[in-house]
């Protein structure tokens, strides 16, 4: 097994309840088993502002999957919750959003796939939840944690437990 770290976002619907369903599709305990997730953030919209603000959290799985094979998975779990990425704007409102930040060391550059992800460390709405559950995770020789510390972080809201 190898360790994947994912992203998870979404802002359209019930956000929270989207990116619950799509843990629980990625995660079948058996190519994919989820080992640690964040708490659900509110954060703003980045990109195009002029939208509602997102949730975003992170996990954390143990994968018999390549990247190229999670990366798909992630995919088909979005289109199952029913995102049309021909039909969306870039960086616009979406319901769900998956990306693969890192797959164990590996580093990787292919049309479809760069490895760890290349804006990871411009984002504060990923370094956050990734934060809370991998701080002191490696990734391109930077510790999450430290990523974080230089990144305004303002906006950004831990939300209470689902309950």
């Known amino acids: 097994m190898t ?19 799509a843990v629980a599709m990625l995660c079948d305990g058996r190519e ?9 953030y509110r954060t703003p919209p980045w990109g195009i502002e002029c939208q509602p603000p997102f949730v975003n959290l992170c996990v954390a799985v143990e994968t018999t ?4 094979a999670l990366l798909a998975r992630a995919q088909a779990v979005e289109r199952r919750l029913g995102r049309d990425r021909t039909r969306e704007t870039r960086n616009g ?23 760890p992800h290349p804006r990871l460390f411009e984002r504060a709405f990923v370094l956050v939840p990734l934060a809370e559950i991998a701080p002191e995770k490696v990734i391109a020789g930077r510790k999450v944690r430290e ?3 230089g990144l305004d972080t303002s ?3 831990k939300l209470p437990p689902r309950g």
């Open 93 to 115: 409102p979406r319901c769900a959003d998956i990306d693969l930040i890192a797959y164990d060391e590996v580093t990787l550059a292919t049309p479809d796939l760069t490895l």
């Open 32 to 40: 994919v088993r989820l080992t640690a997730r964040s708490s659900d």
């Open 147 to 149: 990523a974080l510390a």
């Open 65 to 68: 999957l390549d990247p190229a």
């Open 155 to 157: 906006g950004i809201e």
């Open 3 to 21: 360790e994947a770290l994912l992203a998870l976002g979404g802002n359209i619907g019930d956000s929270r309840a989207i990116l619950d369903c």
